[in-house]
T-cell receptor, first 116, second 111 residues
């Protein structure tokens, strides 16, 4: 149980294009999902908290107009990187909190974004 | 906000030895402390967690201890195996709030 999927697992795009990443909880409902960014050999940096049916809460320094988050259902949250640039290249990981089991977070497999 | 410090940043042990990773946190209101294992290029996986109402929790070769007074918690791995090699992250949160992660410890277990 408690499986989180993420799609795509990797994507290469040209500078200026937009990329959408999906995060799904497969066997549980997730009122809250989280989006992280991870640079090589570094820790997980929280970008935003995604709440089903409401606006996402962004961490300080994260541009909400550049990283669009939509959490339209209890099993799906999407992150869209708009007008991507090479500096947006990173490993993006989502996590989902199982609504039925309090505070435990389960992570997706991550998406490797490379912007040329 | 919460601040989590993790030490050491790298840890090398021989197979069969024990490994200990320590974390401190700043917010006394934090009450949930998970540990994640992340292999290269893969997702962080929850290996054990502890809540503030207990001082120790064990699962086979892995144990976590919590000292609320000193605001620190530790991960203990006994009888280490090469497959234990990975980056380990500690984290802290207060109830349903966001997790604050430590910077990670790269554990290398040599055969």
């Amino acid at each position: 149980g408690a499986v989180v999927s993420q799609h795509p697992s990797w994507v290469i795009c040209k500078s200026g294009t937009s990329v959408k990443i999906e995060c799904r909880s497969l066997d549980f409902q997730a009122t809250t999902m989280f989006w992280y960014r991870q640079f090589p050999k570094q820790s997980l940096m929280l970008m935003a908290t995604s709440n089903e049916g409401s606006k996402a809460t962004y961490e300080q320094g994260v541009e909400k107009d550049k990283f669009l988050i939509n959490h339209a259902s209890l099993t799906l949250s999407t992150l869209t990187v708009t007008s991507a640039h090479p500096e947006d290249s990173s490993f993006y990981i989502c996590s989902a909190r199982d609504t039925g089991s309090s505070d435990t977070q389960y992570f997706g497999p991550g998406t490797r974004l490379t912007v040329l | 906000g919460e601040n989590v410090e993790q030490h050491p940043s790298t840890l090398s042990v021989q197979e069969g030895d024990s490994a200990v990773i320590k974390c401190t946190y700043s917010d006394s209101a934090s009450n949930y402390f998970p540990w994640y294992k992340q292999e290269l290029g893969k997702r962080p996986q929850l290996i054990i967690d502890i809540r503030s109402n207990v001082g120790e929790k064990k699962d086979q070769r892995i144990a976590v201890t919590l000292n609320k007074t000193a605001k620190h918690f530790s991960l203990h791995i006994t009888e280490t195996q090469p497959e234990d090699s990975a980056v380990y992250f500690c984290a802290a949160s207060q109830g349903y709030s966001t997790l604050t992660f430590g910077k990670g410890t790269m554990l290398l277990v040599s055969p």
